[in-house]
């Protein structure tokens, strides 16, 4: 683990990414299958996923930049 990343960030990347390819994933096998309006609900799914993402890092972004101007 490099230094100053905290754990919750390796497990959140982890997590994100799990869910963001899980929800593309069946929202392609649900439009390839004639299921359209499912897929469109599959692929929102995404979205919170890829938010997560995006909080956990500027948390840690914003914990690091406090623990360097100390």
């Known amino acids: 683990m490099p ?4 754990p919750y960030v390796l497990v ?7 869910g963001m390819s899980f929800a593309l994933a069946i929202g392609l ?3 390839i299958g ?4 499912w897929s ?3 692929f929102a799914a ?7 993402m995006a909080y956990v890092e500027r948390k840690a972004s914003a914990a690091a930049r406090q623990r360097t101007s100390r």
Do not use: E
């Open 3 to 6: 230094d100053g990343i905290p």
């Open 12 to 18: 959140a990347r982890i997590g994100s990414i799990l």
């Open 29 to 31: 096998l649900m439009l």
């Open 34 to 37: 004639g299921w359209f309006a």
């Open 40 to 42: 469109l609900v599959a």
């Open 46 to 52: 995404f979205i919170p996923a890829f938010g997560l």
